[in-house]
């Protein structure tokens, strides 16, 4: 109940609590005259002031108060020497529960406080509270009603059929069949996606798989100052294909012969392949072995390891074509070439007698037809009859080697016309739906032709690719020529025609019409296509950073291009390549296409006297092509937005070129035996 226990022990004969007086009546009495006064509030306990202590009087009488007995330690609640009262517990139990009678003048009485009112003064002493002034009220704000609710109007929603109604049963059974052929729908569209992911998986599988089978090897040189009009031979692909007479290996085992007959590998075949952008027709230009040729500086060749070696061999002429090859291998034989056809070679293709056979086994043969039986002085009976005959690998091998035969005269062009007929005949049939439509006959041609050949910049993909956009070329379009040749040396070396080489060749960059070809005509213009603008009187020059420019050298003076080129660079041009113009000239020209007429008077700011001549198939790109009368001096271009004439410039024409009427040719559409 609260009591303190003193840590003495109790006396046997003392009281029980509730039988011993709550307090002194004399303590009573002296509190019973003072004023009541309310209890002050008590604040926080962490703001609590600390309790005050009592006056001294009062401190005094409880000093002078002494307990008669032991009372559980109360002190302060009995007079020393003063009478005891008595409480029982009943009393007790109503004094708790506020049951007992009012009695004015019971000091222990429960105070009952009652509750503090706003209104009423507060008691003396008091400060009066401080009532914050209320804020003025709000009107009332009325609630606005809803859009849907304002904008919807009244409706009875329609009662509905809950279930299935009841079907016939005809109707339940077009449903079944309707659910069993989505059913087999959704399992043939799956099946054949899978077949078809499938597909694509074993392709891309199958050309990762050949892709390694190539034996590379370095040949090309895409670089070279020999390349005449890079910029027209833009997107076409030009080939050059070898086919190699060596003894050794496999080819020995054909037929070649052996290396006691001739050392080494020697191109017995060689034929130049280009494919202009469009795609629209093919060229192959072959070179007699025995022509006539300046053979560079070059690496040593070991055939036989398929390598180059340390040695270096210089400059010569009045080699042949086949022991350029012998010497110098693959890199050698690019460069005769490129330099005496002025075409960028971009896929160099080697292969043997033992390859060529296997791929004409692996397509079923091919059937060519002949005017006489073949006969040949060193490999006998080729063909017993003439007609049309289906060859196999080694009967077309001797088909196209033979050169000694004597109804034939010339017996390297008699041999280069037959290689041409023989491989007219294995283009249509390898082009057919039978071959690449074919999976067995197509991976089989495939297959060998990675398996016996050595090449640079060839993949699989590629060929297929290529293969592919040939298809719709027109037997007709593919045109096969000789480079022709005017008598031999005292060394049986074929002298060759430079001037109608180049015609040739400058046609076939141009994409000129070359004789027996007969390729589709292009479509006539429509006369109510817009004309070009004329170009402007004058321009502002412009960055020389966004000029790109070819330098071409027709001057007839080795190296001048390559110098101007540097000196170019260093003003700030961009040089995209580096060659030889068609023909020579006394004048510097810049040459560009409609629409790029600032670029092209900026470049003729660094040669004064030079003529622009607006032409077609350029570009983006401006050729300067450097004449007889260029001093060497490149100067440094007019600066940006100076305006710059273009008065003078001349539309140019293009060159007429005179390809020879005696040119061995052989059309690809050509089918008859004359």
């Not at 007086?21 to 004399?26: E, N, R």
């Not at 390297?412 to 057919?432: E, K, M, V």
């Given at each position: 109940?609260?009591?303190?226990?003193?840590?003495?022990s109790p006396?046997?004969?003392s009281r029980a609590p509730?039988?011993?007086?709550l307090a002194?009546p004399?303590y009573r009495?002296?509190?019973?005259?003072r004023?009541?006064?309310?209890?002050p509030?008590?604040?926080?306990?962490e703001?609590?002031p600390p309790e005050?202590?009592?006056?001294p009087?009062?401190?005094?009488q409880v000093?002078r108060?002494?307990?008669s007995?032991?009372d559980s330690?109360?002190i302060?609640?009995?007079a020393?020497?003063?009478p005891?009262?008595?409480l029982?517990?009943a009393?007790?139990v109503?004094?708790?529960?506020?049951?007992?009678p009012?009695r004015?003048?019971?000091?222990?009485?429960t105070?009952i406080?009652?509750?503090?009112d706003?209104?009423?003064p507060?008691?003396?002493?008091?400060?009066p509270?401080e009532?914050p002034?209320?804020?003025p009220p709000?009107?009332?704000?009325?609630t606005p009603e809803p859009?849907w609710?304002?904008?919807?109007a009244?409706?009875t929603?329609?009662?509905?059929?809950?279930?299935t109604?009841g079907?016939?049963?005809?109707?339940?059974?077009?449903?079944?069949?309707?659910?069993?052929?989505?059913?087999?729908?959704r399992a043939?569209v799956?099946l054949?996606?899978?077949v078809a992911?499938a597909?694509?998986?074993?392709?891309?599988?199958?050309?990762?798989s050949?892709?390694g089978?190539?034996?590379?090897?370095?040949?090309?040189?895409t670089?070279?100052t020999d390349i005449?009009?890079?910029?027209g031979?833009t997107g076409d692909?030009?080939?050059?294909i070898?086919?190699s007479d060596?003894?050794?290996g496999?080819?020995?085992?054909v037929?070649a012969?052996t290396?006691d007959d001739a050392e080494?590998s020697r191109a017995d075949t060689?034929?130049?392949?280009?494919?202009?952008?469009d795609?629209?027709?093919v060229v192959?230009v072959s070179?007699?072995?025995?022509?006539d040729?300046?053979?560079p500086?070059?690496?040593?060749?070991?055939n036989?390891?398929?390598?180059?070696?340390?040695?270096?061999?210089?400059a010569a002429d009045?080699d042949k074509?086949n022991?350029t090859?012998?010497?110098g291998?693959?890199?050698c034989l690019v460069?005769?070439i490129?330099?005496m056809?002025?075409?960028k070679?971009g896929?160099?293709?080697?292969?043997?007698?033992a390859?060529?056979?296997s791929?004409?086994n692996?397509?079923g043969g091919v059937?060519?037809?002949?005017t006489?039986?073949?006969e040949?002085g060193?490999?006998g009976?080729?063909?017993?009859?003439a007609?049309?005959q289906?060859l196999?690998?080694?009967?077309?091998?001797n088909?196209?080697?033979?050169?000694?035969?004597?109804?034939e005269?010339?017996?390297?062009?008699g041999?280069i016309?037959?290689q041409?007929r023989?491989?007219?005949?294995?283009?249509?049939?390898?082009l057919?739906s039978?071959?690449l439509?074919?999976?067995?006959?197509?991976n089989?041609?495939?297959n060998?032709?990675?398996r016996?050949?050595?090449?640079?910049?060839?993949?699989?993909k590629?060929l297929?690719t290529?293969g592919r956009?040939?298809q719709n070329?027109d037997?007709g379009a593919v045109t096969f020529l000789?480079?022709?040749t005017?008598?031999?040396t005292e060394?049986g070396?074929?002298i060759?025609?430079?001037d109608?080489?180049?015609?040739?060749?400058?046609?076939?960059?141009?994409?000129?019409?070359l004789?027996?070809?007969?390729r589709?005509e292009?479509?006539?213009?429509?006369?109510s296509?817009?004309?070009a603008?004329?170009a402007p009187?004058?321009?502002?020059?412009?960055?020389?950073?966004?000029v790109?420019v070819?330098v071409?050298?027709?001057?007839g003076?080795?190296?001048l291009?390559?110098?101007?080129?540097?000196s170019?660079?260093?003003?700030?041009?961009?040089?995209?390549?580096?060659?030889?113009?068609?023909g020579?000239?006394?004048?510097t020209?810049?040459?560009?296409?409609?629409?790029?007429?600032?670029e092209?008077a900026t470049?003729a700011?660094s040669?004064?006297g030079?003529?622009l001549?607006?032409t077609?198939?350029l570009?983006?790109l401006v050729?300067?092509?450097l004449g007889?009368s260029?001093?060497g001096?490149?100067?440094?271009?007019?600066p940006i937005d100076t305006p710059?004439?273009?008065s003078?410039v001349?539309?140019?024409?293009?060159?007429?070129?005179e390809?020879?009427?005696?040119?061995?040719?052989?059309?690809?559409?050509?089918?008859?035996?004359?």
């Amino acid at each position: 109940m609260g009591d303190d226990h003193s840590s003495d022990s109790p006396t046997p004969e003392s009281r029980a609590p509730w039988e011993r007086p709550l307090a002194d009546p004399s303590y009573r009495e002296a509190q019973s005259g003072r004023p009541r006064r309310l209890p002050p509030r008590q604040p926080p306990p962490e703001r609590r002031p600390p309790e005050r202590t009592a006056p001294p009087e009062h401190r005094a009488q409880v000093e002078r108060t002494e307990p008669s007995r032991h009372d559980s330690g109360r002190i302060g609640r009995r007079a020393a020497g003063g009478p005891t009262e008595a409480l029982s517990v009943a009393d007790l139990v109503k004094k708790v529960s506020g049951d007992e009678p009012n009695r004015p003048d019971d000091p222990d009485k429960t105070e009952i406080i009652p509750p503090i009112d706003e209104r009423q003064p507060p008691p003396p002493g008091v400060p009066p509270r401080e009532t914050p002034a209320a804020p003025p009220p709000e009107p009332p704000q009325s609630t606005p009603e809803p859009e849907w609710v304002a904008d919807s109007a009244e409706t009875t929603a329609v009662p509905q059929v809950v279930g299935t109604p009841g079907t016939t049963r005809l109707a339940l059974n077009k449903t079944r069949k309707r659910k069993r052929l989505r059913a087999v729908g959704r399992a043939v569209v799956a099946l054949v996606a899978v077949v078809a992911l499938a597909g694509t998986g074993i392709v891309w599988g199958y050309l990762r798989s050949t892709e390694g089978k190539f034996d590379q090897i370095a040949a090309l040189d895409t670089e070279s100052t020999d390349i005449v009009d890079a910029v027209g031979q833009t997107g076409d692909e030009t080939y050059l294909i070898v086919g190699s007479d060596t003894r050794a290996g496999a080819s020995g085992e054909v037929g070649a012969g052996t290396i006691d007959d001739a050392e080494g590998s020697r191109a017995d075949t060689v034929m130049l392949v280009n494919i202009p952008a469009d795609r629209s027709r093919v060229v192959a230009v072959s070179f007699p072995r025995d022509l006539d040729v300046e053979r560079p500086v070059c690496q040593g060749w070991d055939n036989a390891s398929g390598t180059y070696t340390e040695e270096t061999f210089p400059a010569a002429d009045g080699d042949k074509l086949n022991a350029t090859y012998a010497l110098g291998g693959p890199k050698c034989l690019v460069k005769v070439i490129q330099k005496m056809s002025g075409l960028k070679i971009g896929h160099f293709v080697g292969m043997d007698f033992a390859g060529f056979e296997s791929m004409v086994n692996e397509i079923g043969g091919v059937k060519v037809c002949t005017t006489q039986p073949l006969e040949d002085g060193v490999l006998g009976t080729v063909l017993p009859e003439a007609g049309t005959q289906m060859l196999d690998g080694k009967t077309a091998l001797n088909f196209v080697r033979a050169r000694h035969v004597e109804a034939e005269g010339n017996g390297d062009y008699g041999r280069i016309n037959r290689q041409q007929r023989f491989l007219s005949a294995l283009l249509r049939g390898a082009l057919s739906s039978q071959v690449l439509l074919n999976p067995g006959k197509l991976n089989g041609f495939i297959n060998a032709f990675t398996r016996d050949t050595f090449v640079e910049n060839i993949d699989t993909k590629s060929l297929v690719t290529l293969g592919r956009s040939l298809q719709n070329v027109d037997a007709g379009a593919v045109t096969f020529l000789t480079v022709p040749t005017a008598g031999t040396t005292e060394w049986g070396n074929e002298i060759p025609r430079t001037d109608d080489i180049k015609a040739i060749f400058r046609a076939i960059i141009d994409d000129e019409a070359l004789p027996g070809e007969k390729r589709a005509e292009p479509l006539p213009s429509s006369d109510s296509e817009p004309q070009a603008a004329p170009a402007p009187l004058s321009v502002q020059a412009v960055d020389p950073s966004s000029v790109t420019v070819q330098v071409s050298n027709a001057s007839g003076e080795s190296g001048l291009a390559a110098t101007a080129a540097d000196s170019l660079a260093a003003e700030g041009f961009q040089i995209y390549n580096v060659g030889n113009y068609t023909g020579t000239s006394s004048e510097t020209v810049i040459r560009f296409s409609p629409g790029h007429e600032a670029e092209a008077a900026t470049l003729a700011s660094s040669f004064p006297g030079a003529v622009l001549e607006s032409t077609t198939g350029l570009g983006t790109l401006v050729e300067v092509a450097l004449g007889s009368s260029f001093s060497g001096t490149v100067r440094t271009p007019s600066p940006i937005d100076t305006p710059l004439s273009m008065s003078d410039v001349r539309v140019g024409q293009p060159e007429d070129v005179e390809i020879p009427a005696d040119l061995a040719v052989v059309n690809a559409g050509d089918t008859s035996c004359d």
